[in-house]
T-cell receptor, first 114, second 111 residues
């Protein structure tokens, strides 16, 4: 089944404890992206990647890192999480850029930073 | 900078009634516009998209949207709402590679 998977789905952590949220897609998509969703703000793009070893900042990259060493994986790294990073995170992928191609979204990761 | 505005945070309609969700964009160049739906506890699903050409675009689940450049709008419509349409709807735009979403409109459907 074609899908985008994220792990973990739920995570409660403490300030400053490094964490990684994994994202994997099995559709051979070039484009992958991370978003955070907050009430009243909709989705905001954190980082995106057009292909392996190519990443770019989105709207709200501060406090986050990403890497794209393999086509299928696009992990989101929080080196020193803070409470303002408590949010619902979505990974998405598409075949080629987002202009002409539908993005497929993962199920989301709900992160709480205490 | 590009931005997308959805003026209505929450809309309630009766089942069978028509629906219109508003979306305004601010953009200098030709916008690429999208509507996504998010059912409770789910990720987002693309309803429809506009790139160019016919300003009235048809999507899945009986939805359509009309692009009006003069009003900088891309409103989503459905002639008869079903209870299963209750969800949050997001309008989005992109100039190329990065995506901007509106804050979303939550739709409640009354029986």
């Amino acid at each position: 089944e074609a899908q985008v998977t994220q792990n973990p789905r739920y995570l409660i952590t403490v300030t400053g404890k490094k964490l990684t949220v994994t994202c994997s897609q099995n559709m051979n998509h070039e484009y992958m992206s991370w978003y955070r969703q907050d009430p009243g703000l909709g989705l905001r793009q954190i980082y995106y990647s057009m292909n392996v070893e190519v990443t770019d900042k989105g709207d709200v990259p501060e406090g986050y890192k990403v890497s794209r060493k393999e086509k299928r994986n696009f992990p989101l790294i929080l080196e020193s999480p803070s409470p303002n990073q408590t949010s619902l995170y979505f990974c998405a992928s598409s075949f080629g850029g987002v202009v002409y191609n539908e993005q497929f979204f993962g199920p989301g990761t709900r992160l709480t930073v205490l | 900078a590009q931005s997308v505005t959805q003026p209505d945070i929450h809309i309630t309609v009766s089942e069978g009634a028509s629906l219109e969700l508003r979306c305004n964009y601010s953009y200098g160049a030709t916008p690429y516009l999208f509507w996504y739906v998010q059912s409770p506890g789910q990720g987002l699903q693309l309803l429809l998209k506009y790139f160019s050409g016919d300003t009235l675009v048809q999507g899945i689940k009986g939805f359509e949207a009309e692009f009006k450049r003069s009003q900088s709008s891309f409103n989503l419509r459905k002639p008869s709402v079903h209870w299963s349409d209750a969800a949050e709807y997001f309008c989005a735009s992109t100039p190329g590679d990065d995506m901007r979403f509106g804050a979303g409109t939550r739709l409640t459907v009354k029986p």
